[in-house]
């Protein structure tokens, strides 16, 4: 009987330092995302699937996925049994709290022996991305004009008319801008006339969306203040695909998808598949800035593309980027500054349409 146990404690010793030695041979772990780019609060679907392809089982495998701060959980963690040849997928379900890019790297793994006595450690690093969108906001809730004079105007009104040539003079129904009465058309019908116009199929537009807060930029991060520009950015550029109208963007925020472009730029287009990557590039983009937003503006001027309206999206105009914005209104049809902040919008010359931006 001895013997006999002695062969037993013998043989589970045996097949405990198999286990343990050759247990991650041929045991395969991959993580599948359903949705990758989702919005805040949406739920995103997770797959961990482990195959076990030996003919030898794995008693005990304790899972662990890490997840970065900004979602509603920093982890997943479950233990499993897996038969030879047999592939386990398990499922859940998390969502993200906070706009931006998240990587998931790593993932922890504890193999476990048939008794419970020891274990073996080991982690996998891999590279999954999940971008949260912008937050979704309404532009007529959001901005308010500013300056007396355009008073009036509403968001769609800059969004939607681009005048380039006048054909006409017709009667003033009050939704027009006063800009656009024609005074001694109006003084001689003793009404108010205002210019008619011929949009053309020319009109698109350029946004410049600002990640620079303040100077010197190690200053602290205003997080809040940049969520609030991205989020209005996505809204404009919404506005924009229902209205038909073609829009691009260009800004000085860090640009993840390359090693020597300096911020991001996209022509003006239009589509589904065209909003969809510019509102994914809205949701990469981190607090780091590539480049001072005087530079970005001036790099508009050098480009001169074929844009007829330009849409500056700001959380305060520093006193650096007036000349820019001058020169750049020199050579566009129509230059559109939207601040969170008051400060400097009435340096820049009366005819820029100028809004104010609700700060949360």
């Known amino acids: 009987m001895a013997w006999a146990l002695a062969g037993v404690i013998l043989l589970v010793y045996l097949i405990n330092k198999w286990t343990l030695s050759s247990g991650y041979i041929n045991l395969d772990y991959k993580m599948e995302i359903e949705n990758n780019v989702a919005e805040i609060g949406e739920e995103i679907q997770i797959y961990s699937i482990i195959?076990?392809?030996?003919?030898?089982?794995?008693?005990?495998?304790?899972?662990?996925?890490?997840?970065?701060?900004?979602?509603?959980?920093?982890?997943?963690?479950?233990?499993?049994?897996?038969?030879?040849?047999?592939?386990?997928?398990?499922?859940?379900?998390?969502?993200?709290?906070?706009?931006?890019?998240?990587?998931?790297?790593v993932v922890n793994f504890s193999l476990g022996d048939f008794i419970g006595f020891s274990s073996h450690q080991k982690y996998?690093?891999?590279?999954k991305e999940i971008i949260i969108l912008p937050k979704k906001i309404d532009l007529q809730e959001e901005l308010a004009p500013a300056g007396a004079l355009l008073g009036d105007i509403s968001v769609r009104r800059w969004i939607v008319d681009d005048p380039l040539m006048t054909i006409g003079i017709r009667e003033y129904t009050g939704n027009e801008p006063e800009r656009y009465i024609h005074w001694p058309s109006s003084m001689k019908h003793n009404k108010l006339m205002v210019k008619n116009f011929d949009f053309t199929t020319?009109?698109?537009?350029?946004?410049?969306?600002n990640i620079e807060t303040m100077k010197p930029s190690w200053q602290p991060i205003e997080e809040d203040l940049i969520e609030n520009c991205i989020s209005i950015a996505r809204g404009v550029m919404e506005e924009l695909e229902k209205e038909k109208i073609p829009y691009g963007l260009i800004t000085n925020a860090h640009n993840d998808l390359s090693v020597s472009e300096k911020g991001y730029y996209y022509y003006p287009g239009l589509g589904g598949h065209h909003l969809e990557n510019l509102i994914e590039i809205l949701g990469r983009l981190s607090y780091k800035s590539d480049m001072l937003f005087e530079n970005t503006l001036k790099s508009i001027?050098?480009?001169?593309?074929?844009y007829t309206t330009v849409v500056i999206i700001t959380s305060r105009i520093l006193d650096t980027y007036i000349e820019p914005?001058?020169?750049?209104?020199?050579?566009?049809?129509?230059?559109?500054v939207i601040s969170l902040e008051d400060e400097y919008l009435d340096s820049l010359p009366g005819?820029?349409?100028?809004?104010?931006?609700?700060?949360e």
């Open 51 to 105: 195959e076990n392809n030996k003919f030898m089982a794995v008693p005990f495998l304790e899972v662990s996925e890490k997840f970065p701060r900004g979602f509603n959980t920093l982890g997943n963690r479950y233990a499993i049994f897996i038969m030879p040849y047999q592939r386990v997928r398990r499922g859940y379900k998390i969502t993200g709290e906070k706009r931006g890019l998240y990587n998931i790297e």
């Open 124 to 127: 996998l690093n891999m590279k």
């Open 202 to 209: 020319d009109n698109s537009v350029l946004i410049a969306l």
């Open 301 to 306: 001027i050098k480009k001169q593309g074929n």
């Open 325 to 336: 914005i001058n020169r750049l209104d020199s050579i566009v049809s129509k230059t559109v």
């Open 351 to 359: 005819h820029i349409i100028k809004y104010r931006g609700e700060i």
